[in-house]
Structures are given as C-alpha cells and as structure tokens.
Nanobody, 130 residues
C-alpha cells in the first residue's frame, strides 16, 4: 500500500519562508513524476509545482506562474519531494498536497492535472498572515 506523508506546514507571516517535505512509502518513485498541489477554501485543487526524472540523478521541474521565482521543488532521495517556499503571500494560504504518479515518465511534459497522479497525501496546512 502506497502512503504519502507531508510535513512542514504552519502559520507564517507574509514575506516569510517555509519548506514542505513529502515522503512516499510502499513503492519506488525515483523515475515517477511527483508534484505539489494546493487547495484553498472554496476553490478547486490546483497544480503548484511538479518534477520528473530526465536522466541519471537529474530531474526537470515545472511551476504554475503565480509561484515562479518564489517556490522551488526538489527531489529528496528516491521517494521524497520537497517544496521550498519563499516570499510567501496571503494568497498562498491553502492545504498543500503531495502527489505521485504510479508509472515512470521518461519524456513529455510534467502533468498538471489532478488526474495525472495516482497517489495523494493527506495534506498540510500553510497559512500566511498579512
């Protein structure tokens, strides 16, 4: 059984930084896309950042426009993914979810849809105060 566990969410002031971490168990995800999504109250879950394997110890990354230059996604070992968030804004407030695809992907774009991922964590709350 695959399980994803997120950590790192908390209350932070605008302009501050946070690092979210996610670890998957029950499978091997070194060549599978992993991503972060977020969901604010009353809104749909949206893609934040994703990463996929492109070669030996190399990964590509993709970001939604609103976080480019502020957030950085990185792989943390074979089954981990992290999201470094800086210059946080109140509009970044949401529950952040880690996601992983069930199959490896060696080419093509990183999926940005909820349906592109098979496994999900429970979410971690990020609250940015103004």
């Amino acid at each position: 059984q695959v399980t994803l566990i997120e950590s790192g969410g908390e209350l932070v002031q605008a302009g501050g930084s946070l690092r979210l971490s996610c670890t998957a168990s029950g499978g091997t995800f070194s060549a599978n896309p992993m991503a972060w999504f977020r969901q604010a109250p009353g809104k749909e879950r949206e893609f934040v950042a994703g990463t996929r394997w492109i070669g030996y110890r190399s990964y590509s990354a993709d970001y939604t426009d609103s976080v480019k230059g502020r957030f950085t996604i990185s792989r943390d070992g074979a089954n981990g993914v992290a999201l470094q968030m800086s210059s946080l804004k109140p509009e970044d407030t949401a529950v952040y979810y880690c996601a992983a695809a069930a199959t490896a992907q060696a080419s093509g774009d990183i999926g940005r849809g909820v349906g592109d991922y098979n496994y999900w964590g429970q979410g971690t709350q990020v609250t940015v105060s103004s």
